[in-house]
């Protein structure tokens, strides 16, 4: 009955510990020579900032398996607060 306590315990942390290494990074066009690409992800009319855009494409990135993004561009048309953008994904 002890052991269940330290084993549930050790799945549970390396559970938490896997979710957080597989967190994409962002990274500039300097940082991606030498990765390799694999795809581009974009957002249109994303409701909010230009960081929750950036937030959307990062989200994005980390479900297509990326390890690393370099977002290409982020607009608004005019006086919106609809944001698009397009970011490029590595390993």
Known sequence: MNLK??????????????FTAMAATEIDSQQAR????????SVS???GSIDDAAQKLS???????????????LDNPG???M???TAELYK
């Open 83 to 85: 944001w698009s953008g």
């Open 34 to 41: 030498g990765l390799e690409s694999i795809g581009n992800v």
């Open 59 to 73: 989200q994005k990135a980390e479900e297509m398996g990326a390890t690393h993004y370099r977002i290409v561009g």
């Open 5 to 18: 306590y330290p084993t549930i315990l050790a799945v549970a942390l390396f559970a938490t510990t896997s």
């Open 45 to 47: 009319a994303q409701r």
């Open 79 to 81: 006086d919106s607060s």
